[in-house]
């Protein structure tokens, strides 16, 4: 495994990385606005001439809803092996690292399908979902503090 050049010694970091990563919803959802305001065709980068994209939102969201739930299950199945040798704040850290990465895989789906449609209904609407995937995976000091 890679060495950290500067590891992680303090709860507080692990809960300011965890915030950026919530917060990179956000950022997906602003930058889709704004690009809608400024330069994005009324149809997204596809183009009109696309194919019609009306199921994609739907299956999209459904796979986004999917993939926080995957996250969890993923969280539960490889906690006892990242807890086996002794929960330090390194092990607590990639275990929220991983967790949360699963659950913002839907904003990312929701970036890309606003970039690819423009629409910002269903775009948005899986922001939201990866938002509150990773909330509910946000790490509370209490937890990072106890030992196992």
């Known amino acids: 495994m890679v060495q950290q050049a500067r590891p992680v010694t303090s709860p507080v970091q692990v809960q300011l990385i965890a915030v950026a990563v919530c917060f990179s919803n956000v950022i997906y959802a602003v930058v889709l606005v704004l ?15 696309a194919p019609p994209t009306l199921l994609l939102g739907p ?40 967790s949360m990465a699963i659950a913002d895989a839907a904003g990312v789906l929701g970036l890309v399908m606003g970039l690819v449609t423009g629409d910002l209904a269903w775009a948005l609407t899986l922001c939201a979902v990866g938002l509150a995937g990773a909330i509910l995976h946000f790490p509370t000091r209490v937890w990072l503090e106890e030992e196992v």
């Open 35 to 49: 690009l809608r305001l400024s330069s994005m065709p009324e149809g997204g980068f596809l183009g009109e001439d």
């Open 59 to 98: 299956v999209l969201l459904i796979a986004g809803v999917t993939l926080v739930a995957v996250s969890f299950l993923v969280r539960r199945a490889i906690t006892p092996a990242v807890f086996r040798g002794g929960a330090d704040l390194a092990a607590k850290t990639r275990l929220i690292l991983i």
